[in-house]
């Protein structure tokens, strides 16, 4: 997309010059107003994605986006149901900043022109959600994430945003001053197009790449690029990783294909029912919660179907269009006259790279923002509405403090050492053995998660998937891609993928072992009680020389 930012960067770039302020990594939600953010606040930005921005998991976003708009809701209210639906495990400061810009949030995104639903009135129209006291989620139809997404391209577009698409990351370029300080000034990446690494300088950085939920493979919600590459890369650049060992299950994941079938089904009065026919369960009760009883219920009768049958054509046809979509496509019913199997599936990591109350991580000069990032808003168990909201307050933040910390910066850091390193390693990859097959690996990886570190876990389990991903950490150099090409190489991207999964899988558990209670999503059935006293607090993650360390940060 060449325009004048773009060949005024990419001069820069050329004469071994900083390229911009603020480097975006990322082109979903949270990227794309991080950009914004950072732009409106006077820096040179550009956007880097392994993909295209309308291909990220923000479109699959669907039931709505909370703001307590409503006459009969209530900031208040809406900081309360978010702090129960985390199980003790989320800041109050945050949780109340994400739902008073809420309303903010909302009004900004209907002013760049998403086309929310309305009401007879022509207000914007909104649904309750599981875990909400209040109808409160502001929708388009069921595409609300499809509809934000485009949106934000477009004002991306119109502000003259520069993107890199096609470039998957690979480290951050850092220094390390004589006081141990950790400072980023850019990253590296490999150009899928052309098979080049290249170094993207900037003053400072934001993570926005999105969750890790994608280890758990066909058991997922998530898009084939959910695979935490910036977590992966941030760890390794000094950065903290925290609460990776809660993953929240989507209640209603479609049963043979995972695809998501939105909570707006339920909200909008849909039933949960049994193989006999009959409703086992509170339908709005929170996703953890849920989850569970629906696995339970699948383990005892065998089968649970979601029923939406009783609210008519008309109302499927205009409020829920792409759910009859996707299940007669991918299930091959209609939910106007048949039941639709479901199953609960891995849909969104709560944890991320730990950042403090300006979104600013270990790292100096580095920046997170959307599920990537760990804002302790989310704790236990996400409130369903608060990803999209979360994406819009954090990233609007992110965006303006990272273009302040880059406007106190003069230079660039020189790193030259990581280009090469990284060029050599992806020379270097393409001569690995190939003995052992990744995609078997893979595969079996996505299964031993959702049996033994999914919905329910316990000790024994958990020692086996753990015992199981340290030897394939020791099997990496056997593996490899098989194609040796150079343009658009997906085997060695999805190969370079892969080793960023299996190490955020050690990462989550060895905290999920560690953390000896129930709380939310991390569900021990074997240790099935909360314990505040020892527990209550965020597992935090990092590595010295190499090792991984993992610890307790008390919360209260």
Request: glycine share 10%; charged share 25%; proline share 2%.
């Amino acid at each position: 997309m060449p325009n004048n930012e773009f060949a005024k960067i990419h001069a820069t770039q050329l004469e071994g010059q900083m390229m911009v302020d603020v480097l975006v990594i990322g082109s979903g939600g949270a990227g794309m107003v991080a950009a914004l953010s950072a732009k409106e606040a006077g820096a040179t930005v550009a956007i880097l994605g392994k993909s295209y921005p309308t291909r990220s998991q923000t479109s699959m976003a669907q039931g709505g986006i909370n703001a307590a708009i409503g006459e009969e809701d209530s900031i208040e209210q809406h900081i309360a149901d978010t702090l129960k639906s985390s199980q003790g495990l989320a800041s109050e400061a945050a949780v109340e900043k994400l739902c008073r810009d809420g309303v903010e949030a909302v009004r900004w995104l209907d002013s760049i022109g998403v086309p929310f639903s309305r009401t007879e009135e022509k207000k914007i129209a909104q649904r309750r959600l599981g875990g909400a006291s209040a109808v409160r989620a502001c929708y388009a139809q069921d595409y609300t994430g499809l509809k934000v997404l485009h949106s934000l391209y477009d004002t991306c577009v119109k502000e003259g945003i520069t993107f890199y698409n096609e470039y998957f990351l690979l480290n951050l370029i850092r220094q390390t001053d004589e006081k141990g300080k950790v400072t980023v000034g850019g990253a590296t990446a490999l150009n899928i197009k052309t098979g080049e690494v290249e170094a993207f300088k900037a003053k400072t950085v934001i993570m926005a790449t999105g969750g890790y939920s994608r280890i758990y493979q066909k058991h997922s919600t998530n898009a084939t690029g959910s695979t935490g590459d910036g977590l992966a890369a941030a760890i390794r650049a000094g950065a903290k990783l925290s609460d990776m060992e809660f993953v929240q299950f989507h209640p209603t994941g479609l049963k043979n294909s995972s695809i998501l079938i939105s909570e707006s089904a339920r909200g909008a009065g849909g039933y949960l029912l049994n193989a006999k026919g009959e409703r086992f369960t509170d339908e709005l009760q929170p996703r953890d919660a849920l989850s569970r009883a629906i696995a339970e219920e699948i383990e005892k009768s065998g089968e649970v179907f979601l029923d939406i049958r009783h609210l008519g054509e008309a109302f499927i046809d205009h409020e829920l269009p792409q759910e009859r979509k996707l299940a007669k496509l991918y299930e091959n019913v209609d939910p106007v006259h048949e039941l639709v199997p479901i199953k609960p599936v891995a849909h969104y990591t709560m944890g991320g790279i730990a950042v403090d109350a300006d979104s600013q991580t270990a790292v100096s000069g580095l920046f997170a923002a959307g599920e990537c990032a760990n804002h302790n808003v989310h704790g236990a168990n996400r409130l369903g509405g608060n990803s999209l909201l979360e994406l819009i307050v954090f990233g609007r933040q992110a965006g303006e403090n990272a273009a302040k910390t880059a406007a106190a910066i003069e230079a660039v850091i020189e790193d030259p050492e990581q280009l090469k390193k990284d060029q050599n390693f992806v020379q270097g990859v393409k001569y690995f053995t190939n003995q052992i097959d990744f995609y078997e690996k893979r595969y079996f990886i996505g299964n031993i998660f959702y049996n033994n570190a999914g919905i329910k876990r316990n000790d024994m389990g958990l020692k086996a998937v753990l015992g199981a991903i340290r030897q394939i950490q020791k099997e990496l150099p056997f593996m490899g891609p098989k194609d040796k090409s150079k343009s658009y190489n997906t085997n060695l991207v999805e190969f370079i993928e892969f080793g960023n999964m299996v190490e955020l899988a050690e990462i989550m558990v060895v905290g999920a072992i560690s953390r000896n209670e129930s709380r939310g999503a991390h569900y021990r059935e074997d240790i099935p009680d909360r314990n505040d006293t020892v527990y209550g607090a965020h597992t935090i993650s990092w590595r010295e020389d190499g090792v991984l360390c993992v610890d307790f940060l008390n919360k209260f």
